[in-house]
């Protein structure tokens, strides 16, 4: 996620997380995911396209009070010594998806860099920066890592983006920016102060219309006061308004998941709204515009159970707040950090982003903990982002989810079956018209 999403909530002022409730998990299966502040739920192209999204929205690592601006152009000798500057380019495979790369000159000589992804807004930090002969690499564990070849008038430098998955690396080349095409990025909304705990909001604006048939982004994101989607289904909606796994919505027609809707909606009253307010505005929206009545069931189904393993748990307890918000940090496929978190949200995370089935808390673990999981995936994981894993083959490679999961937490997973609860749909219809 897309993922941090990349769904969520902060691991500290700046840094964003992914939604920790069992529902916001799939947006980063798809997409992205949603940070406390902007949440963007959020292999072929198009999933690679929703990866970046997602990385770029769980990688933010800065707060900046300003955007950056284009240098006036030195010299060429000058450009081609120094990459300190403004580069923008667009990746063509992912949809013309633009970039746009600060690099700075540090005390000791070295670069720093900052990325903005314009399509939603979002900017982090690039974990490691390096020039070595003309060849620029810039690296971060979340979205991968780009390299290129700085041209001979130093104005551009081609290279490609590798996240390390599906068909390989996609051409990127990035251009200095000069004031006249420097591309304008969208400031982020101001803070708001947050909605009443007790407020009971509804979407007072809400337009929805049919995605483009080419897009190939999908994402659900709230900033500030704003609820958006681009190129999700009823089914969606359906999962992140009300926390399911999709073998958990029964008797859904076929075009629930077929049909793509873009989606703007705004809140009535003040303030900003929790994600627990966010999710009850879908469910009321879902009502209201499409129709949806449904009943609440029980099934056996089949599950990935979460247990004590014979040793013991082996997780900190959470230093933080308990009544604070949990932080989720997808790192990439097979790494994952948790902050502030319960059970719950481990369950939640494997169960819409690793699994192929439900995942139920049977540890009796309660409270708020600090934890890490390493490991290294198979064939069967991550299927819900359309990737295709090799399996490690490498001595040094991290054991397998079941192993790591054992070792690193101290719990079990093992496949059984278990009784939860289903929605089961007895009317829906597509949206009404705005």
Sequence with gaps: MCFSTCATQKLDDNLRAMPSKRGSF?????ELCAPMKQREFHLTKTILARLVIFAAVFGSLLDLSGWPGANAQSSGNELTKNIADTWQGAIHDWNDLRIVVVISKMGNGGYSAIYYVIATGTRGSVDLTTVSGGTVKLENHGIGSYEGRLSQNGKSIVGTWNLGIGPGPVPLTLERATPDTAWRIPQSPPQQAPMAPDANPVFEVATIRPSRPDEGR????????????INVSLIDLIRYAYDLHVSQILKAPAWAESDKYDITAEPDGEGE?????WKVMCQKLLADRFGLNFHRDEKRVSAYVLSVAKS???LSRSMQDPTAAPSILMQGLGAVSFKNADISDLAGYLQ??????????????????DFALKWSPDSSQFASLGVSIPE????????????????QLGLKLSADSALTEVLVIDQVQKPSPN
């Design 26 to 30: 799939f947006l980063l299966t798809r």
């Design 218 to 229: 999908m994402t659900l994101s709230m900033r500030a006061r704003r609820f958006s989607t």
């Design 273 to 277: 709204p929790s994600e627990k307010q």
């Design 312 to 314: 013991g748990p082996k």
């Design 352 to 369: 819409q982003i690793v699994l192929d089935r439900p995942a139920v808390d049977q540890t009796g673990l309660s409270g708020k903990w």
């Design 392 to 407: 490690a083959d490498s001595p040094d490679s991290p054991p397998k989810l079941y192993t790591a999961i054992q070792e």
